[in-house]
């Protein structure tokens, strides 16, 4: 997995290019929480589940219903987010779905069990070039980790700034038009 640093590279940079008109700060803050929470499902290891159960790490936290589910739950406070429902919706889903499909693109785990409950099947994407993330903390300031940053930097942070600077240059286009 990605660390819980770059997770949120995703919906900054949709919230970010695409400006507070279209995405208020408050639904920004939302994106970034959810993107994060499919990593709740670590607690199945305290529990006593394996890596591969279907609440297992990777497993229904980071599918697409989970996705779907969240931002429903999200989209019912769209008045306290600024935004309307089907935007409220969208960003939402988008910030959590990110979250399974950026671990897809990691050399570690199991893969990931997008259609969860329909499907146990993992998946990993066709290109697995984001360094896995360790699980545990005191690795933290290890050389590995410092693979691991540089990896996000390259494969998710530049992709992500490049999505943010041309949905922002596109957005300043259409209004000077």
Do not use: K
Request: glycine residues 6%.
């Amino acid at each position: 997995m990605p660390t819980i640093l770059t997770h949120p590279a995703v919906p900054l940079a949709i919230g970010l290019g695409l400006g507070s008109a279209v995405i208020p700060a408050r639904l920004l803050l939302a994106g970034i929480v959810v993107c994060v929470l499919p990593d709740f499902d670590v607690i199945a290891f305290h529990l006593g589940l394996p890596y591969a159960h279907d609440l297992g790490h990777r497993g229904a936290s980071h599918s697409f219903l989970f996705a779907t589910a969240i931002a429903l739950l999200g989209a019912t406070a769209f008045h306290f987010f600024r935004a309307s429902l089907s935007r409220t919706f969208s960003f939402l889903f988008l910030a959590a779905a990110s979250h399974g499909i950026l671990d897809a693109f990691t050399n570690g785990g199991l893969g990931i069990a997008f259609f969860w409950p329909f499907s146990a099947t993992r998946y990993f994407a066709p290109m697995q070039v984001i360094e896995v993330s360790p699980l545990s903390l005191s690795r933290i300031f290890s050389a590995r980790f410092a693979e691991v940053l540089f990896s996000e930097l390259l494969w998710v942070w530049l992709p992500c700034l490049l999505l943010m600077w041309t949905l922002l240059l596109t957005r300043r286009s259409s209004i000077t038009h």
